[in-house]
């Protein structure tokens, strides 16, 4: 693997804007506009177009002041900020035996640093600073960074820092920022807020290693990717997770179970909580931000599910159906929801609810399983803000458009407001292939609705491992679900974006039109397609005559010639 | 070009379901599915999958006994109805200068028919039979086609050709069936029907030549484009369009503006009534089922476009506002309205509406002028109902999903139930080369909403001129959305697809899998990359320990054996 990896854009650099509590710096993209030039009367007539600032998500990799070596890791941009709380105290050495263990063949991080712990098994989340009235430095981040483009509308900013803070307080929102994870940027996922969207990379025991996840989590925050999540279920699970978290500008996801039972090599019957608590921990001192943990399966589901098409589609949520139906006991991350979150406070790891029983097809959403499940997620998030833990509830799935309302309504009303988590949903399952799209329009749809954050499906879902193009395809079509519900939130600062764009394309400023979009190498490879060495001010969709721009521009000139006569 | 040309679909055959009025022979695919094979207590217990019918736009192609020629056309499925209605009369020669001038370059289509008119001007539209209380041949075609799948779920027939008489006479659906392109084979666009795609093709001046746009219109009826437009603005568009009609099974439709304005040579000034009527004439007589006139268009609304910040991005729209300016006159499509309808009903051509003033970015949505233009189009609409003529209205464009309910509401209300046809709408912006993305989620929105046909925008809108594979994107991705809108409806027959499919991803019967999703080709090409030679029920996404659906059967299986244990 290449040491210094880098993330560019075109037209672009990386400016910082400060906080004024504690002077913060956050990162944001500046992209440039040519001048807009217009003949009026004969005469050349040029105007300005400011510059657009645009939310970034690749980090230190896209600033070429900063150093940067995949061997070592990112920059600690929190490491200060954690230290300066003086509540956490830097470890020994792993309290896991499997932390300490891991073979020395190669594939291990070779920066090694000691995790830090609460001291004295006090909560250190940003929800309990939240409660405590103190904002933190996390806090004003994601407040400058939520409100990157309303300062240049004249908007006076909406997302305070104490916003913020009630939001988190009141667990309508989160901030995935365990102590062990300081390479992250802050950011912030609420309804309150700009949607976000997940991307799963991971390997199977059947395809990729540690190099081409690694790639693929730069991939995605090259692409607009707002969290990580590394579904590695093959071998070599912490080492790939080492070099993951350690050069990764996002809070990085896991499912723990998955490496629980690779320890097990799949005997899922000999799944107990110890195993699985000494994974728990192992990760937490690795720096996992959230954690998927399906506790809101319980024996009593599983009745509701005789009439299923799919049955259980969740991988996790399969484990401990399984597991609960061989062992004939209750689902010990239910009866051992406490001990987690025990653990969870101590690092700032949140919980993500897992959706075990999501629907796998249009047939079986919104059925009595689902909503069982959905009650006990509500349940748990009570549990869980009793211990200061940040809390996700994760959800569907396969679901149509005209059913897609009642699953955001439910989780409002059954979750007391914490965040939603959407796995699309895909609002037809004829069309492998195009999973893409086919979950990016319900997705859209979920996320107008008020679900926080969407998980990314790529078009090889339910085919095959998503290489790092299908990275690409489901990430950039998720931004376009998140900013289409952004806008019809009517989220002040986000129609400038497609603002600026659209006057872009209207000049005929081609480069800055694809500067300004999501995807400046797509746009432009295609737009070369259809040039043909031509330059002149129309494409080959229209030809010369045929421009409706072009003759509105024309039309424009004809009636500012002649005012009166139109 | 190759003259026998050929759609194929895997595990699928042509099977024809016959009428009780007039013996009609509807073709449709039929899927057959392979046994599900369950190991229940050690034994193997075989299940058979009923065969699925699906809904088939690729006409002959797809039917082994019917022998193509591409240079002779298709063989002309509605001659003999319309022939025995005996109120049309075949003429001897093209009625326009053009229609008998074209040049004998080579270009030309070699099997010459002579057009079709109605005697004495009468009306020959399946409105104005509808309006007589008579079920043609063709509405008990469409009344079969659309209750495809609910046989196979025993439910009576919900759609009868008295049904679509109805709709008909109601003006709420069109059935776009020039007597002159007696070739296609019926198919209807209303609110109370299936929800319909139409795809574009044609080249322009600068790319693309007559072979190109004839495969192009086969690969959309390939993958499911229901009707398909002819947009040609460059060089040979009567030729290209001859080749296209007397080979494609769905109906065609242009806008015979851009044919005027390349025999004026770009000299858009130059244009007047007579020149456009012969084009009219001409189109008529080749055999075109729908036209895109830019009627509703008023110098009156020039002035509302003022703080547009992409002003007119209709191609028509924009020539004819041109023209208005430049001549200080009225549309001359608006003037001249009445001709217009009265040439349309000589050969049941119909009118689409079309929207000059779409808006072309999130911030022109729904302005001033918008609807003021759809205002005009609602008083269009009836006096082309009084001429029996069958009317689309066309529809946005750029709008965020917030604002698109009031589109159709809107819509609904000012053009008396007339079908709506949109063209998208693009969600947000911000993505080109990928706007067949952000078109199709407000597509599925707007089309749950009532929308009858949705207008495909393929990924390199706004960039070039679409490809052969750029066409099959934009269908699948519409098929997507229009099917998406269909179960979002609650048509009844809309579920079973996704039920089989679903059930064979189930059953880990993966081709039966693939032989029912939209792009059975593409589907296989990714599973086979994640197959690396294994066939052993479970797929790379998840390896062998984390395949839900096996751990789900093993967990069913395992219930069965100790079903009071649980």
Known sequence: MKKEQRISYPASHKIYVKGEIHGVEVGMRLVTLTDTVNIVNGEKVTEKNPPVTVYDTSGPYSDRNVAIDITKGLPRLRQKWIEERRDTERLDGFSTPYGNMRPEDGRRFPAVHMPRRAKDGQPVSQMYYARQGIVTPEMEYVAIRENLQNGELGIKTAITPEFVRGELAAGKAIIPANINHPEAEPMIIGTNFLVKINANIGNSSLMSGIDEEVEKALWS?????????????????HETREWIIRNTPVPVGTVPLYQTVEKLDGNVERLDWEIYRDTLIEQCEQGVDYFTIHAGLLRSHLPLLKGRTTGIVSRGGSIIAGWMTRRREENFFYTHFEDICHILKQYDAAVSLGDGLRPGCISDANDAGQFAELSVLGELTRTAWKHHVQVLVEGPGHVPMDRIAVNMEEQLRTCHGAPFYTLGPLTTDIAPGYDHITSAIGAAQIAWYGTAMLCCVTPKEHL??????????????????????????????APLRDYALSKARFDFRWRDQFNLSLDPEKALEYYRIGRLGDDSGHCTMCGPHFCAMKLTKEMNNCIKQKPDEV
């Open 221 to 237: 925050c090259k692409w607009g990717g707002d969290t990580l999540m590394d579904l590695s279920t093959g071998a070599h699970i």
């Open 464 to 493: 095959s491992l998503p290489d790092r193009e299908d990275v690409r395809a489901g990430v950039v079509a998720y931004k376009i679900a998140a900013h289409a519900a952004d806008l019809a939130k009517r989220h002040p600062g």
